[in-house]
């Protein structure tokens, strides 16, 4: 027998093996035989979600399998679609049996998240959850209004509780908890009523606080900071989501006194680049920090922290619109970076790379910074390098976001080399780019990651095979015209003006003109280069503004395990190659047909799909409309769209 065999047949070795597998690994390996399906079935048992109002369907389908395997199950999910959590007439009894049934085939219960009708009562949870939740550690519910003595009687019966979130808590129930549970040391609350005065009187009796997250306080004041900041110290993770009224003060007395923060949340705040560098300065175990939405945050914040919390693992900059690509880039002189709107590209070409110090980093959202540049764009052209040089060198990358960016990332010509270094790469967004790219460019892009479950665009993001032919040949018979190359842009901030007699002549006397574009007749606009967007009826087209569907959703593909693994369709390729290559069968991208509709008005959307290297199945309608029939992926529990419930990837905690 060989060696690697022998110590598969070790338990405990078994045992640590399956617990870093993913779902789908644990799910074949259950087919192995006998033992390694009890072992994998005890794993997936850990964790369980029962969706889609759990309270008001059957579920006897899986009382036999809790009444085998509920004893394994350590975290729980009770989940309500929308239109439940606003119902108005609910039958009490029912669910209350119904939550009695799950809570008491589950003994050691530690985790559980219950979501309940808007109109239901907080004494429900009382009477089961404090019942059965003698070892439960962690509790979250959707209950909005909580009765004091409610909650200090579920307190009482969950002896071990350590952390619980809710919304709306009061000043009265903050002081009901400490008296019911002094140990403790986790607290999340949404739309909190308490005030400033009624939270630092809370923090004053839990001065071993390690998690504190006051999300959607519109009224949450400096004060509040600088009372928790007198008594907390151990804080580890920090959540102040749209708070609005914080000031920097406030933020930084808090966050100077915090050593042992890991997560930090500060988005829609009005933070500043000197709250930033306390962070950088005084928080060095910094896992995660969000700062979607911060207006008054500039490159000066950022770059402290990805030189200084070498530990980042999460960084969110989505939409700080004055962020700007300088962040990947370090000039070599103070002087250079506050001349880079004028400086020629000649030099901004050679701005030295300075590395980050969170080479450890596995997600990153830089969706919407500022990088474009109006007085010269150039500039931002030459620190496209610099962007991709940067992101080549975070090689433990899992999910990045490059959308809504001001310009078109030429992810191709100028990202190739760093992208392809990200080989764990599972999730990537390219979504709402301001310029569409070729499906092929698409696809190519898709490539070069061979772990990829998830690519983010919407179909108005992408020009069609055929479309990009035709405007090729379009841009070929003006380049004949006036006899020599069209200069292609990156950039669009200046739409092309139509060929007057007075640009012939100057082109005769070798001065500057603008050149447009020629599109056939009839194109859309979504099928038009990235270069020019415009649209003609007639000999001379005259620039217009482009009409753009509405988005319904972004673009989200399904990974298909079992596809064959296809090269991709080759950029330079020409219409009469790529209509040979998609008759073939081992073609790489398909037509298909959707019917939508009532079945007395049934239309044909022609819909192109790809399979991806990695097996994921990406596809976009040419009409550009994203519709939900085309989502897919993993999440989707039960099966036939029969009501059910599974084992997610990660709890919803």
């Known amino acids: 027998m ?7 047949a070790i338990p405990e070795i078994l045992c640590l093996i399956f617990d870093c597998m993913t779902l789908s690994a644990l799910r074949q390996a259950s087919l192995v035989c006998k033992e390694w399906e009890r072992l994998a079935n005890r794993i997936l048992a850990n964790q369980l979600v029962i969706p889609n109002d759990w309270y008001a369907h059957d579920l006897s389908h899986l009382w036999p399998y809790l009444d085998r395997r509920g004893e394994h199950v350590k975290a729980l999910a009770l989940e309500l679609s929308p239109s439940a959590r606003l119902a ?13 049934n799950i809570l008491s085939r589950t003994p050691n219960l530690e985790r559980l998240d219950v979501q309940v009708p808007r109109e239901v009562k907080s004494s429900i949870l009382t009477t089961v959850v404090g019942r059965h939740g003698k070892k439960l550690q962690q509790f979250e519910t959707s209950q909005l209004n909580w009765e004091p003595s409610d909650m200090a009687h579920l307190l009482e019966g969950c002896s071990q509780l350590r952390h619980l979130s809710g919304h709306n808590f009061s000043g009265d129930l903050l002081q009901t908890i400490v008296k019911s549970q002094p140990l403790l040391s986790m607290i999340d ?10 939270l630092i009187a809370f923090a004053k009796q839990v001065p071993n606080l390690l998690r504190l997250s006051v999300s959607q306080h519109q009224f949450l004041s400096t004060k509040a900071l600088i009372g928790i900041a007198n008594y907390c110290f151990q804080l580890e993770y920090l959540n102040l989501h749209f708070c609005l009224s914080l000031q920097s003060n406030g933020f930084q007395a808090l966050l100077a006194v915090s050593p042992n923060l890991r997560f930090l949340d500060l988005g829609l705040t009005e933070v500043h680049d000197a709250d930033i560098v306390v962070v950088a300065n005084r928080c060095p175990q910094l896992e995660s920090l969000k700062l979607p939405f911060c207006g008054n945050l500039t490159q000066t914040g950022i770059r402290a922290i990805v030189h200084s919390c070498s530990r980042l693992l999460h960084l969110d900059l989505s939409f700080c619109d004055k962020i700007m690509l300088t962040i990947f880039g370090n000039p070599s002189s ?12 000649s030099t901004s070409q050679s701005l030295p790379y300075s590395p980050w110090g969170c080479l450890g980093l596995q997600s990153l959202d830089i969706s919407g910074i500022h990088a474009s540049y109006s007085a010269d764009t150039s500039v931002a052209s030459a620190l496209l390098p610099a962007m991709y040089h940067q992101i080549g060198l975070l090689t433990d990358l899992r999910t990045l976001k ?23 790469l599972e999730r990537l967004d390219v ?3 301001r310029n569409p790219l070729p499906w092929a460019t698409i696809i190519e892009i898709g490539n070069l990651f061979p772990k990829l479950t998830e690519l983010q665009f919407r179909s108005n993001d992408v020009i069609p095979p055929q479309a990009a032919v035709e405007q090729e040949q379009a841009i070929s018979e003006v380049e004949a015209k006036v006899g020599h190359r069209i200069k292609r842009g990156r950039f669009v901030d200046q739409q092309p003006e139509p060929i007057h007699q007075e640009d012939n002549d100057d082109r005769s006397h070798g001065g500057s003109m603008s050149l447009p574009i020629v599109v056939p007749n009839g194109m859309k606009w979504s099928a038009l280069a990235s270069t020019s967007t415009f649209s003609t009826t007639g000999a001379s087209p005259t620039p217009s503004e482009p009409s753009l569907s509405k988005r319904k959703r972004s673009r989200s593909s399904s990974p298909t395990p079992n596809a064959p693994s296809t090269a991709t369709d080759d950029i330079n390729t020409t219409a009469d190659e790529r209509s040979s290559v998609q008759d073939k069968k081992d073609t790489s991208f398909a037509m298909v047909a959707a019917e939508t509709g ?10 192109m799909s790809a399979t991806l290297r990695s097996g994921l199945k990406i596809s976009f309608r040419l009409n550009g409309e994203d519709d939900d029939d085309l989502q897919g992926g993993p999440g989707d ?5 029969v009501i059910g419930w599974g084992f997610p990837e990660a709890m919803p905690f």
């Open 189 to 198: 609350c949404t739309h909190p009523r308490f005030d400033d005065d009624e």
């Open 88 to 100: 108005q007439e609910v039958d009490l009894e029912h669910m209350t049996r119904q939550l009695d």
């Open 598 to 607: 009532p079945a007395d008005e049934q239309t044909q959307l022609e819909v």
């Open 402 to 424: 490059l959308s809504g960016h001001g310009f078109s990332l030429q992810l191709l010509e100028q990202g190739r080399i760093g992208l392809s270094k990200l080989t764990r």
């Open 637 to 641: 529990f039960g099966a036939g769209g």
């Open 2 to 8: 060989p060696a690697s065999t022998k110590a598969l």
């Open 431 to 433: 979504a709402k780019l």
């Open 334 to 345: 103070p002087s250079s970076s506050s001349s880079f709107s004028s400086s020629t590209p």
